[in-house]
């Protein structure tokens, strides 16, 4: 058996623990839900409070001096152990990837590709959701009763056209200190990378030692995945189910039931066929080798923490070479939300309606550009695509009380959304990357059909 069939096998045995662990944190979380509800409408709320403090409590809160937070603990140190390596993987990465890329014309056009194919899948995006949207509102399943939801205040507005001039930052320290500034930690690896290239074999030391943080980075990031992965998943899951009740699910029903819709459907059928119609191949091939970056991407509702498992799986199984793959997925992580921007239409149009504002297809066409723009500023992290919609309800006025109330909705019930924003955000990425790959003509077509 050779090098490819091997990793094959390992990514299929890898595929299947993190799905058998998701069914079975969806079961686990499911079957807590119905245990609280049970116990609340019986009053025994302090019994569900007592096994809440034991497993899923967030020990951060100020009132939970006193809780373990069992499943809470297991999860955090996972991400955290993902999130750890994010901006030296990124900067390492695509530092080296500059280096390798002798050609300048070569580092144009992959640039250019890879812009248009993020700008491709964005445009279709967001026609699905433009249509979900006005359909959902013509048919009067916006119009719900947001009564008695509590407030809760937004993320302060600003410019979404400002995380282009903070690309380029001001202060180096600042940018490696925090994982929320990967646009900029894109631009110095690049303006780095391309520097040494231009600069040969003057520097070598520098050259090399990126190469061995690099090797050091996979290496981590293969065993965490691989031994921990498939319980971390089971975890995640359970937590995120076993805290979220039905209370807050009922008055935004046809919100969550559209947008799961609409993003189940591009997930699904929309990056085959910007698979097939771009490259050729056979989507189904892509589909089921990119299944379980899905699957990893909607259990941690990150990006960032995804990215690892997406390198790995677009190099050794989609047949990506490596100066493409990290290139185009850590930029993909940053300016490329199909996912985000579905979930952000959908979500304006809901409060547009629920809080009495007229909404016209002009109307969808403004909040489209504007879920266009300020996704692309939204941060690799679990919730930050519902707090950015900030920005696109600031921009369209929707600011009366009812819209705040209609807001505050969104924000108590959209984790599961958001989860499944993250998976079509990270398979946008792969699928983007393969294209730009075969575009080139360095696709791996024996190791993707293998």
Known sequence: MNKTQTSTNHANKLAIKMATAL?????????????????ISSGNSDTWTMINNLLFQDITNKEASNAIGIFYIV?????????????PMVFTSITLAMCNISDTKKLGRISYKTILGFLGTSLFALILAGIFGLTANKLGLFNVSIDNIASSEGSIASNPLLVF???IPNNITSVFGENGRVLS?????SVTGICINSLGDEILVLKKLLQD??????TFLTFVITKFGPIAIFVLITRTFAIYGVDHLKPALAYVGTATIALLIFLSFGYALFIYFTTGLNPMIFVKKISKVALFGFSTSSSAATLPLNTKTVVEELGVSEEIASFTLPLGMTINMNGTAIM???????????SGYEVTVGNILIISLLALIASIGTPAAPGAGAIIL??????????????VLAYSLILAINRPIEMLVTSLNVVGDAATCVYVSKSENNLNEEIYNG
Request: charged share 5%; hydrophobic share 60%.
């Open 390 to 403: 900030f920005t696109v309800l600031t921009g369209m006025g929707y600011q009366n009380d009812a819209a």
């Open 344 to 354: 952000q239409v959908i979500a304006a149009i809901f409060i547009a309606s629920s």
């Open 185 to 189: 930690i894109v631009f110095l690896a």
């Open 213 to 218: 943080i690099n090797k050091i980075i996979t």
């Open 75 to 87: 999860g955090q140190l996972f991400i955290n152990s993902l999130q750890l390596v994010i901006v």
């Open 23 to 39: 069914i079975i944190g969806l079961i686990a979380g499911t079957s807590f839900i119905f245990l609280r509800e049970n116990l």
């Open 165 to 167: 001039v903070q690309a």
